[in-house]
């Protein structure tokens, strides 16, 4: 279809168009300067208002497809910018697609405003002056009208990861674009959330005038100031072009119509091929190719390479053949497939491209999602690094994964070729495009074709290598690297030579090599044979391993792994192991195939009547392989250890109830048709107290049990935390912690219900239920006998009870025995709170709680636990009592009930006892698993704790005495000022008439002098004639260098020239006789003079006790640090209840003040607590009251009489200078602020002030402060 005589409108994009200018729309060019008018005559200047416009709009567009529709250009001007057959610049260059990424969110807001359109007038069009440009075919329209005016446009861009996120983010940036504001006048306020969405977003302006942008700032600046800015520009915007024939049929040109399918389909071609670049581009740079595997990244910058040439022969061919469609001269058909064939191979080329990247992206997250598994969990990468081989014999082993190999490592891509190829290819049913058989060549390996992660083979072989390596490092020894590494080349077992690896091979470097292992690592072998032998296992198995895998990574040895494991079906009530037992190996060396077991890794024997479960390892260089399939085999039941030592009592029980000065003989009782056996014990350590009162008192005995017993059998040394356990048990006397300790040993020595006797270490014979049965620390130090024992030693720790009927003294010298354990005992593993199931008050629980906290470090809060005696069904009501004391049960709780241990079996009662036997042994069973489980804590810190707590208590007792007499001090001191308040009088007044001399000034007349005498101040000269003061000593009065006139007879140097001349007239007046001023100030001198003394002493006192209470202060302070709970409330409340208790029972006046004394103390240590460094302010206000008293009272006492009787009868500040200075809490007690001078009325005296004081201190006193509370404690108890 021609269109040589179509009106075309078109978008000016940045150009200078000028009217009358010539075009070729074939093309699409215009030819400058070329024209058939003069310019001048067609282009002159035109009058126009400033402010007058014929359009202004703003727009906003998305993506450059909108962009391009809102300036008027279609499909065939999009191309043609495409195709650059047409540029756009200045303001119109956002147009162009320069586009720089993939994806990317785009917001285009462009304002045009048309001020005037220009048109050739009709009577030019007919005067042409160059009319022979209508014979050349070159041109084919001429341009008649222009729209000027002026068109910015400000483009925000920002790169995204995909296109979802390009159309959200968009999305956004337009919204708040939109507020943007189009005038100066307007303001708009964006958020901070608003403006950080600009923070990735590139901003450029597109405009005739230059503009600097740097921010969302500036855009919104600019935006605002657009329009006034484009209301003064006369740029083209856009053009209408008209056919050559409106002026001579010379200008008839024929031009085809371009097919409409054709150009939409070029330019999506074009554009596909586009977006596939940027790909190519975006894979050039990735990370893992460029630092990791270039030989991927070779294959990325060909393929790159080959498609940019095949875009620029796209372009080239659509640039030349677009144009020869328009021309109707020239043949349509053969030109419009030769386009379309361009099309159609350039289309098969980006499928091919677009293919590789999907490979490529598809490659390369396999690849890195594998090497961040890897890498997580210890590997080195050695991927990029130059060839890894072996340095030689010395080099630790390698074990990698190799990412590598023929397939990995080709620097050509197989789509290469097709991307090449310049033939168009048929295609299959499915719609895509056979590039390969064609042309593959006959020598090609056609799994070369194929990538590796695309051969399931290949990728389920690189997955198990994975799962094999970290397996493996799992299980390798320390010295073995793991790594990722691209290797080419390795030997190849069972060849020795080298050859080409495969993507997902394990390759050993080692001793010099690099060898494929993959297939000779040392799976799990087959499983032992078993076999019982006594109380030994029998452990067989054979060689399974290949000879070349032998060869590769020679087997070093075997290791046999074995531990004990619960059997419900089998273990009955007395089951030897837990769930969670750990476990033992042995390791042979490899030509063994048998090993027999006897012990455990720690040293003690097999359990008896258990079962065992092994496994098989592999050992090599590289460590041990996984383990075989567990078998299991039980070992036969064997007479107990602890019938064993029953029957060895009754073959030597003559030798062995000997007692001896450290040893206490064995005893076997019968008691109610029930046979106990006390086992023997051999001191080895006694401490005794140092400290006062306990001073040579026993506080720790540590011995051996049943030392005659297997002598052989060493125990572990006390000091050694690996394999000694110290359980130190504590608990209220009566609550069953004895009986405990007794069942537990005959737990761990394999006592049964019907053994001949009951075994015990604690003899509780006697004792009274409110009487703790032990009276110092005992540490009963338990050889391992039997397998129990886990081959540890074990000491238990039997702790004297608290609470019980010795008193407050019974539980000090418990802590001072504590102490001293903590000195004897390195380490201890757990502390357990012994307490009856049943017990719901906390009272009887306290002082247990509240001591260990006070006694044990913070570092031991892990080792609490407890165990609850004479159980029944339910919940333990103690768990809530104890719960209320802060104590951890949460730590591990166990329920024992040990009623069956003291009974003997009798055969009517016979399943009944066993059912509570068993109840008691499953429970002793909870108690040595949690035991073996628990990790040493050293006791130093607790020994700080302690001496800490013993010094702070001792310093207490001192600073109470301290503080009882300074309550008396302050009594007296009181009374003294109270004394001296009310005897005291008032100055006397009754006065008579007396006549004496006094000093009057006179005027020295003009010009003369006088002498003054400075230190009499009196007039020795009253005219003198020497005005010089330095030459005085020749005054008339002057005689042998002193004044005559003088009483003092004072030197000449000490009188001057004065103005004035001193002299005396007799004055009369009433005064009080001095007699009776002697006699008032000899009274108060008298009361003031003891009050000193009294206040003297107080002070003295008072210091003293506010630098004891500064160093208690610290004691405490350390104490809250380190101890793990300083509470002196609860051991307050427990006194109060002893106290109660003693009352009840008429204790003596000794033991009740005893019990206020230990109150008293605990009183001052929770002040001490409760206000640290604080607690001595009391001290300091006394300090400062009676110290600013005795400092009045002395200056008032060193005045003379008159001075003195002045001075009482002025008003008197004193009280309220020390009222300022107290505390708002004390203000709020006591007597305000006294009267003070104003206008007409007087001041408070100095007595009112001394009385005020007085309320003041027996405010101090009263007042809730350490010296009130300890002495008012002390008069009340």
């Not at 297939?519 to 452990?539: C, E, F, S, W, Y």
């Not at 600013?1188 to 500040?1213: F, G, P, T």
């Amino acid at each position: 279809m021609s269109q040589g005589a179509t009106v075309v409108t078109l978008p000016a994009l940045g150009r200078n168009v000028r009217l009358g200018m010539l075009c070729d729309i074939r093309t699409g060019e215009l030819y400058g300067g070329v024209s058939l008018w003069d310019d001048s005559d067609i282009n002159g200047e035109m009058e126009i208002e400033s402010d007058k416009v014929q359009n202004a709009e703003y727009m906003y567009s998305t993506s450059l497809e909108e962009s391009r529709k809102n300036a008027a250009l279609d499909a065939e001007g999009s191309l043609a910018l495409d195709l650059k057959l047409v540029q756009a610049t200045g303001s119109a260059k956002y147009l162009n697609n320069e586009r720089s990424s993939t994806y990317e969110a785009r917001v285009d807001v462009s304002c045009s405003i048309v001020r005037y359109t220009r048109y050739i007038p009709q009577e030019t069009l007919a005067s042409m002056k160059y009319a022979k440009h209508l014979e050349t075919s070159d041109y084919t329209h001429f341009v008649a009208e222009v729209d000027e005016g002026g068109s910015a446009t400000l483009s925000f861009v920002q790169s995204c990861s995909s296109s979802e996120e390009a159309k959200s983010i968009s999305g956004k940036l337009k919204a708040t674009i939109m507020k943007m504001p189009i005038s100066l006048e307007a303001e708009i306020k964006y958020s901070d959330e608003e403006k950080s969405q600009f923070n990735s977003t590139k901003i450029s302006y597109h405009g005739a005038i230059a503009e600097s942008i740097s921010n969302f700032d500036d855009a919104c600046r600019v935006a605002a100031e657009m329009p006034t800015t484009l209301m003064r520009q006369k740029n083209a915007l856009s053009y209408k072009l008209l056919p050559l024939s409106v002026l001579n049929d010379a200008g008839s040109r024929e031009i085809r119509k371009l097919d409409s399918k054709l150009v939409v389909e070029t330019a999506a071609t074009l554009d596909a091929g586009r977006l596939a670049r940027l790909k190519l581009e975006e894979l050039k740079q990735h990370e893992l190719f460029q630092d990791s595997f270039p030989a991927i990244k070779s294959q990325v910058i060909n393929i790159y390479n080959v498609f940019l040439q095949a875009e620029t022969e796209m372009i080239s061919a659509a640039r030349q053949l677009l144009p020869e469609l328009r021309n109707g001269k020239i043949a349509y058909d053969s030109k419009f497939k030769e386009l379309q064939d361009a099309v159609r191979l350039f289309q098969q080329r980006t499928l091919f491209v677009e293919e590789f990247i999907s490979k490529k992206q598809k490659e390369s997250s396999l690849i890195a999602s594998t090497i961040h598994t890897l890498l997580k969990i210890g590997f080195v990468n050695y991927l990029g690094e130059p060839m890894i081989q072996p340095l030689g014999n010395i080099d630790p082993p390698r074990l990698l994964l190799s990412l590598g190999g023929s397939i990995l490592n080709k620097f050509r891509h197989p789509l290469q070729k097709s991307i090449e190829l310049a033939t168009i290819l048929p295609t299959r049913k499915d719609g895509s495009d056979d590039g390969h058989d064609e042309y593959d060549d006959e020598d090609e390996d056609d799994d070369e074709d194929v990538e590796w992660f695309e051969n399931p083979q290949t990728d389920a072989d690189v997955r198990r290598s994975c799962e094999i390596l970290k397996k493996q490092r799992a299980l390798a020894a320390k010295d073995v690297i793991f790594g990722i590494a691209n290797i080419e080349k390795a030997i190849q077992p069972p060849r020795h030579k080298r050859g080409r690896t495969k993507v997902g091979d394990i390759i050993l470097g080692y001793k010099g090599k690099l060898v494929v292992v993959t297939t000779l690592l040392p799976d799990a072998p087959t499983a032992p044979t078993l076999r019982v032998d006594g109380q030994k296992i029998n452990v067989s198995w054979e060689h399974k391993r290949s000879d070349t895998a032998e060869e590769v990574l020679p087997t070093t040895g075997y290791i046999v792994h074995y531990r004990p494991r619960p059997n419900r079906d089998e273990d009955g009530a007395f089951p030897r192991a837990t769930e969670n037992e750990l476990v033992s190996d042995v390791h042979t060396a490899p030509s063994e195939t048998m090993v027999s077991i006897e012990k455990n890794d720690s040293g003690a024997f097999l359990f008896d009547d258990c079962e065992y479960e092994v496994t098989l390892s592999v050992e090599t260089d590289l460590g041990i392989s996984v383990s075989s399939s567990p078998v299991s085999i039980r070992t036969p039941r064997m007479p107990s250890v602890a019938s064993q030592i029953i029957h060895f009592y009754r073959t030597n029980s003559k030798q062995l109830s000997i007692a001896s000065p450290a040893r206490k003989p064995w005893e076997l009782v019968e008691s109610a048709g029930m046979s106990t056996l006390f086992l023997g014990l051999k001191t080895l350590v006694e401490r005794r107290c140092a400290e006062f009162p306990f001073e040579e008192k026993l506080a720790v005995k540590i011995v051996d049990v049943a030392p005659e017993y297997e002598p052989e059998l060493l125990p572990s040394d006390i000091h050694d935390s690996n394999k000694t356990i110290v359980a130190v048990f504590t608990g209220t006397s009566g609550h069953g912690k004895s009986t405990e300790i007794n069942a537990f040993i005959s737990y761990l020595l394999g006592g049964e219900a019907d053994d001949a006797a009951r075994i015990m270490v604690i003899d509780d014979r006697g004792a009274k239920q409110e009487q703790s049965v032990t009276k110092y620390v005992t540490c009963y130090r338990v050889r391992p006998h039997s397998p129990l024992f886990g081959g540890k030693t074990f000491l238990i720790v039997d702790t004297p009870g608290y609470g019980d009927s010795r008193g407050i003294e019974g539980d000090k010298f418990v802590t001072a025995a504590m102490s001293m354990f903590f000195e004897t005992v390195r380490h201890i593993n757990a502390i357990i709170f012994v307490c009856r199931a049943n017990e719901a008050r906390i009272g009887p629980l306290s002082p247990v709680a509240t001591y260990i906290f006070s006694l044990f470090a913070k570092d031991v809060e892990g080792c609490l636990r407890t165990i609850y005696t004479f159980t029944d069904p339910g919940e333990p009501l103690a768990r809530g009592a104890l719960q209320a004391l802060q104590w951890p049960v949460e730590n591990g709780e166990i329920e024992v009930n040990n009623a069956a241990f003291k009974i003997q079996l009798d055969a009517e009662h016979s399943y009944k006892d066993r059912d509570w036997w068993r109840l008691s042994i499953s429970a002793q069973f909870l108690v040595k698993h949690m035991l073996l489980g628990m990790a040493a804590i050293p006791t130093a810190a607790s020994a700080g704790v302690t001496k800490h707590r013993r010094r702070l208590e001792q310093r207490c007792e001192l600073t109470e005495k301290k503080i009882l007499t300074t309550a008396e001090k302050a009594r007296i001191v009181i009374s003294r000022l109270g004394d001296l308040a009310t005897t005291v009088t008032a100055p006397p007044d009754q006065k008579i008439w007396i006549e004496e001399p006094r000093a009057v000034l006179r005027d020295v007349p003009d010009g003369k002098a006088t002498t003054l005498c400075l230190d009499c101040n009196t007039t020795c000269h009253e005219i003198c004639g020497i005005s010089d003061d330095s030459n005085k000593n020749g005054c008339i009065a002057m005689k042998n260098g002193s004044c005559t006139i003088c009483r003092k007879r004072c030197h000449w140097n000490r009188h001057k020239n004065a103005r004035f001349i001193v002299d005396f007239e007799m004055h009369k007046e009433q005064v009080v006789p001095k007699d009776l001023i002697q006699s008032w100030n000899q009274n108060t001198s008298t009361h003031e003079g003891a009050l000193l003394g009294a206040i003297e002493t107080y002070l003295e006192l008072q210091k003293e006790l506010r630098d004891d209470i500064v160093g208690l202060a610290e004691l405490t302070s350390k104490l809250m640090q380190t101890a793990l709970l300083h509470d002196p409330t609860a051991l307050i409340t427990y006194i109060e209840t002893l106290i109660q208790s003693a009352r009840a029972r008429g204790a003596s006046p000794q033991q009740l003040n005893q019990l206020a004394t230990a109150k008293g103390t605990l009183q001052l240590v929770l002040k001490i607590k409760q206000e640290g460094k604080k607690a001595k302010r009391e001290s300091e206000i006394m300090i400062d009251v009676l110290g600013a008293v005795e400092e009045e009272m002395i200056r008032r006492m060193e005045l003379d009489i008159d001075q003195r009787l002045k001075e009482e009868k002025k008003s008197c500040n004193l009280y309220n200078r020390l009222y300022a200075k107290l505390p708002r809490q004390i203000q709020r007690k006591i007597t305000p602020s006294l009267r003070e001078d104003f206008l007409l009325i007087k001041g408070a005296t100095y007595l009112e002030n001394l009385k005020a004081i007085v309320s003041l201190v027996q405010t101090l006193l009263e007042d809730g402060n350490i010296v009130a509370t300890i002495a008012q404690l002390e008069d009340g108890e």
